[in-house]
């Protein structure tokens, strides 16, 4: 008597096979996945941040994605996003005839939504570093629209915060706030926050590094906040060059009621000077937030 053997495969595999496959087996591969599940297009692919995590092999419930802030967490899930999203590629802020898409989106009425991609060569605006660079405008679109609430969380206030602040006025500040702040612990004296606190120690470094940049970024704001919805009210920040001979600070820039990746309201400063000491007195700290 002849018996018959059942042949189990996981979704990497079949993929793997897929493509020097012989008819037949295609065949059958087809019939029990969907032929959408074999395109080649990684946008018919990548629909979640868990088929993000498939692809890379990555755990959707490790800690980075799980712990911490909301927008801590969400900075790491669009890094998951777009790692997938580029299929390897990185890249390269040496090569100035590379560009690097991302996508930025308004934040004024109606609401947070995707305002369209652009790019740069071996420059990068605060937030939009080498973990959240795409390598063509496609997949900057595809992104934008696809996982738009993922980078609303990452990038917008209302996202909230587990750092608990002392509540101040502009007023009650005395003298130039830039002779004030020079380090990480004075914007935490200033805003009456502990500097020893977890949050500002544990994680990957671009993490520690953006937990911080927000505190620093408030305390030289003196309880100013961009208002979305004024397309007057120029929102500020520094931008950097990436290439060599290293990271180092280039100019201040504006926007109005829009926001590029990562550079979104809680990175936006009050003016450009702010921008400009902040990118030149901090210029470490943006460093580890903005590269790998």
């Known amino acids: ?57 990555a755990n959707p419930k490790a800690r980075r994605f799980t712990v911490g802030t909301i927008n801590q967490i969400y900075q790491e899930r669009v890094a998951e996003i777009v790692k997938a999203l580029n299929e390897g590629w990185v890249p390269d802020y040496d090569d100035s005839s590379e560009y690097k898409y ?86 935490c004296d200033v805003l009456g926050i502990d500097s020893n606190d977890e949050a500002f120690s544990y994680g990957e470094s671009d993490e520690i590094a953006y ?4 505190v620093i970024t408030k305390a030289l704001n003196q309880g100013w906040v961009p208002d979305w919805n004024n397309d007057k009210q120029l929102k500020w920040y520094p931008w950097f060059y990436m290439n060599n001979p290293g990271f180092r600070f280039y100019v201040s820039v504006y926007a109005s009621a829009c926001a590029s990746t990562g550079s979104g309201s809680r990175l936006r400063f009050a003016s450009e000077e702010l921008a400009t000491y902040a990118g030149k007195q901090f210029l470490d700290l943006y460093r580890d937030y903005m590269t790998m």
């Not at 087809?30 to 692919?45: L, Q, V, W």
């Not at 420059?123 to 405008?137: D, E, H, N, P, Q």
């Not at 937990?211 to 927000?214: R, T, V």
């Open 102 to 187: 991302t996508p930025y989106f308004y934040l004024n009425a109606p609401g947070f939504r995707f305002g369209g991609s652009y790019f740069t060569h071996s420059a990068a605006g605060t937030g939009a570093g080498s973990r959240f660079a795409l390598k063509c405008r496609d997949l900057a679109d595809y992104a934008g629209r696809q996982f738009v609430k993922e980078y609303e969380n990452w990038m917008t206030p209302m996202a909230g915060s587990s750092i608990k602040t002392a509540s101040f006025a502009a007023t009650s500040f005395t003298g130039s706030i830039t002779a004030r702040v020079k380090t990480f612990k004075d914007a």
């Open 1 to 57: 008597m002849k018996m018959s053997k059942t042949l189990t495969i996981d979704d990497a595999t079949a993929r793997k096979i897929y493509p020097s496959a012989d008819p037949e087996l295609k065949a059958i591969l087809e019939d029990s996945y969907g032929k959408p599940f074999f395109s080649a297009k990684i946008t018919d692919r990548i629909k979640s941040f868990e088929d993000a995590c498939e692809y890379n092999n």
């Open 211 to 214: 937990a911080k940049l927000k």
